[in-house]
């Protein structure tokens, strides 16, 4: 959540680091603590709002099927 809360803040701070943001988030998203994938989820709900359409348009490959997972096992 902290990722989140960062973007709101200073957008351009986690852009030269989005690389490694989004792999973080996509471990989270698969963790098997709930907590923890709520938590990644949220962060890239949060990141995704702060950074649209930036990160849509350059991530979207690499957390798509991440998220696709996810829904089929849950």
Excluded: C, F, W
Aim: without cysteine.
């Amino acid at each position: 959540m902290l990722l989140g809360i960062i973007s709101g803040a200073s957008k351009e701070l986690l852009r030269p680091n989005m690389q490694e943001t989004m792999q973080i988030i996509a471990q989270g998203i698969q963790n098997q603590n709930m907590r923890v994938r709520y938590a990644a989820l949220n962060a890239l709900g949060m990141l995704a709002t702060d950074l649209a359409p930036y990160l849509q348009k350059r991530y979207t490959h690499e957390i798509l099927p991440v998220l696709i997972t996810l829904m089929i096992n849950e």
